[in-house]
């Protein structure tokens, strides 16, 4: 399906407030394996894989972390508006090191959040069918980080999606419809979630999403991380969202990885 086309001006009317925050960065690398260890040798976590899948008909970079001891279920992170897979490479290793399979995508397509859900839910897809990442999964647990939260929400009825985790998640009306994406998916989606939100910022469009803790049927928490920035549910964020977004800090960075392994504990059983 061609991904949605807009005019200009109605695609900064919709996302300007991010697009002031936010700087792409498409840095793609490839982790080499290495040999295999000797019986003598203590069993070593298997490197991060870059691979490139066809997904809803786009082509998609994407790094898979592989789970460390027994596969338990895997999890999907989707990054920013016009950020990359490598901010969130902190958060998936230390899901992989649970012993959940983690990918970190690159989205294929900036504007339209219908079509990243698509390709979010062809990868759910894929981990339950088997082959392409393994045994085949049965739990998936979804997380987005701001306008990533938006496209995973839109994809978290998928089957064998069995939570959904909002990292200080945008929302907005688009051009041409009548109500906020987020919040009209959020009203209808079964899958228990979790929300993870900063006080209001301009990075958050003054906490747009904060609507979807009573939309959410089956909300399990909506934690507010007291004096958070944007920048602090990136893993890793780098000068350029702290530049547009404030400045991080270590406890309450913890705090959001702390509540994504708390998620992984609940769902990934």
């Not at 999964?137 to 909002?166: C, D, K, N």
Request: hydrophobic share 45%; aromatic share 4%; charged share 15%.
């Amino acid at each position: 399906m061609k991904p949605l086309t807009r005019q200009a001006s109605q695609i900064g009317l919709a996302l300007a407030g991010v697009a002031a925050a936010m700087v792409t960065m498409a840095t793609i690398a490839a982790a080499a394996s290495p040999a295999a260890p000797s019986p003598t040798q203590p069993q070593v976590q298997p490197p991060l894989q870059t691979q490139v899948h066809a997904l809803d008909g786009h082509r998609v970079t994407l790094d898979v972390y592989p789970a460390a001891g027994p596969l338990r279920g895997a999890a999907i992170l989707s990054h920013g508006f016009t950020r990359s897979r490598r901010t969130l490479a902190g958060h998936a290793q230390a899901l992989a090191d649970t012993g959940v399979l983690t990918l970190t995508p690159d989205l294929p397509c900036t504007f339209d959040f219908r079509c990243n859900a698509r390709a979010l839910a062809a990868l759910v897809g894929a981990l339950r069918a088997g082959g392409t990442f393994g045994a085949p999964v049965e739990r998936v647990m979804l997380v987005g980080f701001s306008a990533g939260g938006r496209s995973s929400l839109l994809a978290a009825h998928t089957p064998g999606v069995v939570g959904y985790v909002g990292l200080d998640p945008f929302d907005r009306t688009l051009p041409d419809e009548a109500e906020r994406l987020g919040l009209a998916a959020a009203t209808r989606l079964r899958t228990e979630a979790l929300l993870l939100r900063g006080p209001p910022s301009r990075c958050n469009a003054e906490a747009v999403a904060a609507p979807w803790a009573t939309a959410l049927p089956a909300l399990w928490r909506d934690e507010l991380i007291a004096g958070a920035s944007h920048c602090d549910f990136e893993s890793p964020t780098d000068w350029m969202c702290r530049l547009a977004c404030g400045d991080t800090d270590p406890a309450r960075q913890q705090r959001v990885r702390q509540g994504l392994l708390e998620a992984a504990s609940r769902w990934m059983r």
